[in-house]
């Protein structure tokens, strides 16, 4: 299983000052070193955290995989074409929101999400729909052609007791498999910590968990590498990876 580490607070971070640091580029080689499979970015529409500058040279400076989130938007398409990320994982945006409060809701988008994807897709990028579990969610992912599905843990995040974790990591595990059995690859994430992430990586049929506030959050204290290389570490074990 694949670990795409999300920066976006390194760059909340220096926003909250409105200065030039933390730079969110000197985190790439420092994650990747730590063992990571790629970072993640979202280029929000009233760029709160990551800025345009911030994209354009993160993709000249990731050598793993750049995993660009955005809302299916004309003016965020015209800029995953002009940089060309290696994935664009849609994602649902409210100006309002303090983070991302559910998945993307594709029954009923019409032709505009279905052409978005097809122009991603025309000019070689990976297309990831953000949604939540859900059996008639996964096949009109199907029915607009997107590559992967990344399904929301949100709720599985949100458990009050191990009884419902373990009940909404089941839930999700037959999500993945719906999702691998429709043609479509599974990834995960969202609000996954070091305490809840084994069960998520323990589902075969997901292969990639994203993960950002937890590890930025623990690098404050313990650096960014550490950070990264502890999530890496659970992930493999409970996924099997040697």
Known sequence: MRLGVNI??????????????????????????AGADGIVCHLREDRRHISDRDLRLLRATVV????LEMAATEEMLRIALDTGPDMVTLVPEKREEVTTEG????????????????????????TSLFVDGDLEILKECRRLEADVVELHTGTYAACASESEAVQEAAHLRDMALAARKFGLRVSAGHGLTYQNVG????????EELNIGHSIIARAVFDGLHRAVSDMVALVHRA???P
Do not use: M, W, Y
């Open 103 to 126: 998945g993307l809701e594709v029954r009923g988008a019409g032709s505009r999400l279905k052409d978005i994807i097809a122009a991603l897709k025309a000019h070689g990028i990976v």
């Open 8 to 33: 976006d607070h390194i760059a909340t971070i220096r926003q909250a000052r409105r200065t030039v640091e933390p730079d969110p580029l000197h985190s790439v080689g420092i994650v990747e070193r």
């Open 64 to 67: 793993s995989h750049l995993n």
């Open 199 to 206: 069960r998520i990586a323990a589902i075969p049929e997901i």
């Open 239 to 241: 996924s099997g990876k």
